[in-house]
């Protein structure tokens, strides 16, 4: 294949996204990312701590500590975020 010739390369500027574009599907992937880490972290910190007897379901306090532990966790991340984001500006 010839990569110089000139349909080549006029193709490839116009397959470019807008800089807008691009920074809207960066946007996208970074919060992919972060609910991932998110569950995983739940499920790491949360279902370690709180699922003492793994079975074909959880009991009622085991249900309870996982819901508290998630709840924790979104809290702790709000004030972290606000931290961060505050100390930028």
């Given amino acids: ?8 390369g006029s193709s490839s500027s116009a ?5 807008e574009v691009f920074m ?8 992919q990312a972060y609910a991932e880490e998110f569950l995983e972290t739940v499920r790491g910190k949360c279902f370690t701590k709180c699922i003492t007897k793994p079975g074909t379901s959880m ?3 085991e249900s309870s500590c996982v819901s508290r532990c998630v709840d924790r966790y979104i809290e702790a991340t ?6 961060l984001f505050s100390q930028q500006r």
Avoid: E
């Fill in 59 to 61: 009991s009622g306090s």
């Fill in 78 to 83: 709000g004030i972290v975020s606000r931290a």
């Fill in 1 to 8: 294949m010839d990569f110089s010739s000139p349909s080549s």
């Fill in 15 to 19: 397959s470019q996204p807008s800089p």
């Fill in 24 to 31: 809207d599907q960066l946007k996208s992937q970074l919060a």
